[in-house]
């Protein structure tokens, strides 16, 4: 269990200010308002739209405000403590929880629910798809649901760009155009491309073009 994610390296923390809403404004103005609605928020939609982004922004917004929250995710092993004072509970990839972590999930939502306390969790499939144990599974899509959206193109090269400049990399037009037709359009993906990128740029001493980029993935694979 973990309370407030950090930021890691160089990059900035997420917020909802460094988040492209793209389709997803209601939920991004849903998430605002936390944690004055108690009703449970369920996010889903495939890796790389930014689920996690949205839950980390909600957290950092109720920092700044002096709350606290609890975040859960499959790699928290059961049982899992609720703490007095937390003012909102996040889960990420509800969908990835063992049995324990359902059981523990479950006793979460109920405690929760009897505090007045919004639980946020997120996923890669709608509720009803979620392959976890029934009774939780039903509670998970009691409240709002929001499918997250796949940024289109412009703002794919938006955020890259920013993401880029961010961390003082030159990003000619020629390298963004490459990454976006040897990739996927994820940009959870692209941008650890990028930072692969950068690092193999300070190493081999030679700036970012499109002949680097390819060298790099011959030499490394594309993964």
Do not use: C
């Not at 919004?118 to 979620?130: K, S, T, Y």
């Not at 392959?131 to 412009?154: M, S």
């Amino acid at each position: 269990m973990r309370q407030i994610p950090l930021a890691i390296g160089l990059e900035a923390p997420r917020s909802f200010d460094n988040f492209v809403p793209g389709a997803n404004a209601a939920a991004v103005e849903h998430l605002r308002t936390l944690p004055t609605q108690p009703t449970p928020v369920y996010l889903w939609g495939p890796s790389g739209v930014g689920k996690t982004h949205l839950l980390e922004a909600a957290v950092q917004r109720l920092d700044a405000q002096g709350l606290r929250a609890g975040w859960f995710s499959p790699a928290d092993p059961a049982p899992w403590p609720y703490e007095d004072g937390w003012s909102m509970v996040v889960i990420d990839d509800a969908g990835g929880l063992d049995a324990a972590q359902q059981h523990a999930a479950f006793a979460t939502f109920v405690e929760t629910t009897a505090r007045g306390v919004p639980l946020v969790a997120a996923g890669r499939v709608p509720p009803v798809d979620l392959p976890l144990r029934e009774d939780l599974r039903t509670r998970l899509g009691w409240g709002h649901v929001f499918a997250i959206q796949p940024l289109g193109e412009a703002e794919v090269r938006a955020t890259l760009r920013r993401v880029a400049d961010q961390r003082g990399i030159f990003l000619s037009d020629d390298v963004m155009d490459y990454l976006l037709t040897r990739f996927a359009r994820d940009l959870k993906h692209l941008v650890a491309q990028l930072d692969r990128l950068d690092e193999f740029s300070l190493a081999t001493k030679r700036q970012i073009t499109v002949p680097l980029l390819k060298q790099m993935l011959a030499e490394g694979g594309s993964a």
